[in-house]
């Protein structure tokens, strides 16, 4: 029904920059908060960034100030700039939206297959 699509990850060096994408497609009547997710070994998957339909953003402590969510509505895409990237950065990072599907009342989360950022010294 749905489908997110990121971009490919990358190995970066320490005070480095990357930039992920996501695109979703499918039955979409409206996407509402879209944002980004990660998960490193042995760790639970924790909120990156968030930004809501109307452009409203939400930050990891970890991330402020180095990283930038953004989205672009026509193109359903989500964006994660990311700067001044550091070792703990390293995880597989996913692309979450609440889509409410063409026709269906209810709004459900998808996920993106995740990819792998790794940030070396």
């Known amino acids: 029904q749905v489908q997110l699509v990121e971009s490919e990850g990358g190995l970066v060096q320490a005070g480095g920059s990357l930039r992920l994408s996501c695109a979703a497609s499918?039955?979409?009547?409206?996407?509402?908060?879209m944002g980004w997710f990660r998960q490193a070994p042995g760790k639970q998957r924790e909120l990156v960034a968030q930004?809501?339909?109307?452009?409203?953003?939400n930050y990891a402590d970890s991330v402020k100030g180095r990283f930038t969510i953004s989205r672009d509505n026509a193109k359903k895409m989500v964006f994660l700039q990311m700067d001044s990237l550091k070792p703990v950065d390293t995880a597989v990072y996913y692309c979450?939206?609440?889509?409410?599907?063409?026709?269906?009342?209810?709004?459900?989360?998808?996920w993106g297959q995740g990819t792998q950022v790794t940030v070396s010294l």
């Open positions: 979450n939206a609440k889509v409410k599907i063409s026709g269906w009342v209810v709004v459900l989360d998808y």
């Open positions: 499918g039955s979409i009547h409206t996407i509402y908060d």
């Open positions: 930004i809501t339909i109307d452009g409203s953003t």
